[in-house]
């Protein structure tokens, strides 16, 4: 079964930029892409969008549209999560998601800390 | 946007208890209606996808129901183990949403 492993914490400054990794184990992503999912501290799930790689389709939300871009490289077989000129109200955790038809995967999710 | 609402936002229940959440939804979406069960530091995990088919894996005591706008998560027999966090979420249509999220704490 694949499992989505992401990259560690990172404690940035406000203004900075940071880049988060999800690559799958065991396997290779799925024709249906893979979202990303933003939860703040003690707060609930918040879809961010998604990316369809055989399609070459980014879809973000509206709240998302800007500062944040989804990327995905085939040959490593991972998926990005951009986001710049972070603001301390990015501080969350951050998770990739895989959802088709017969799997629900999700990543173990990365902590992002912005502050000065 | 479709908007997710939850109901109750907490509860507390004894171990063995039927316990039912409640989701509504803020415009008809078929049955494309998923549940997921957080635990305190964890990743979500699927329960329910489709309002009512059990994902594999998940205990038989969690069942899902309803269409169009109004869904229901039940837990037959409540144990100490599902004590979590669950969080109703539509798939017919992006943005996907979820609830605000029901808080089940253990009596």
């Known amino acids: 079964q694949v499992q989505l492993v992401q990259s560690g914490a990172e404690v940035k400054k406000p203004g900075s930029s940071v880049k988060v990794s999800c690559k799958a184990s065991?396997?290779?992503?799925?024709?249906?892409?893979v979202s990303w999912v933003r939860q703040a501290p003690g707060q609930g799930l918040e879809w961010m969008g998604r990316?369809?790689?055989?399609?070459?389709?980014?879809d973000y939300a509206l709240k998302f549209q800007d500062r944040f871009t989804f990327t995905a490289d085939k040959s490593t077989n991972t998926m990005y999560m951009e986001v710049s000129s972070l603001r301390s109200e990015d501080t969350a955790i951050y998770y990739c998601?895989?959802?088709?038809?017969?799997?629900?995967?999700w990543g173990q999710g990365t902590q992002v800390i912005v502050s000065s | 946007d479709i908007q997710m609402t939850q109901s109750p936002s907490s509860l507390a229940a004894s171990v063995g208890d039927r316990v039912a959440i409640a989701c509504r939804s803020s415009?008809?979406?078929?049955?494309?209606l998923n549940w997921y069960q957080q635990k305190p530091g964890k990743a979500p995990n699927l329960l329910i996808y489709g309002a009512s088919s059990l994902h594999g894996g998940v205990p038989s005591r969690f069942s899902g129901s309803g269409s169009g706008t109004d869904f229901t998560l039940t837990i037959s027999s409540l144990q100490s183990g599902d004590l979590a966090v669950y969080y109703c979420q539509q798939s017919y249509s992006t943005p996907w949403t979820f609830g605000q999220g029901t808080t089940l704490e253990i009596k």
């Open positions: 990316i369809i790689p055989l399609l070459h389709v980014t």
């Open positions: 415009q008809n979406i078929s049955v494309y």
């Open positions: 998601w895989e959802t088709t038809t017969d799997a629900d995967n």
């Open positions: 065991g396997g290779t992503f799925s024709d249906y892409g």
